[in-house]
Nanobody
């Protein structure tokens, strides 16, 4: 059974930082591109960042220079370090696993991030 379990969300003031974690079980982690998506209130889900096993990354323009995605293949975990947070970063953040071969995607349950003073 595949599980992606996110943690690390919460309430933070503008300019603050949070670190999200996503622990994966039930998949061969190194064979998956791992990503973070977010869904702001009333809006569609959007890509935040992804990372492949070799370390290549991709970021949404809105988070470049502020967010850093990383992964630990030994721990089957992907991280999202979020700095200089803005109110517009408020959203439910979802972890995603996309196979390098195949078409079965997996999602975590989501973790709420609220940026507010």
């Amino acid at each position: 059974q595949v599980q992606l379990v996110e943690s690390g969300g919460g309430l933070v003031q503008p300019g603050g930082s949070l670190r999200l974690s996503c622990a994966a079980t039930g998949i061969i982690f190194r064979l998956y591109r791992m990503g973070w998506y977010r869904q702001p209130p009333g809006k569609q889900r959007e890509l935040v960042a992804w990372i492949v096993s070799g370390g290549s990354t991709n970021y949404a323009d809105s988070v470049k220079g502020r967010f850093t995605i990383s992964r630990d293949n030994a721990k089957n975990t992907v991280y999202l370090q979020m700095n200089s947070l803005k109110p517009e970063d408020t959203a439910v953040y979802y972890c995603n696993a996309e196979p390098l071969i195949g078409s079965t995607y997996y999602w975590g349950q989501g973790t709420q991030v609220t940026v507010s003073s």
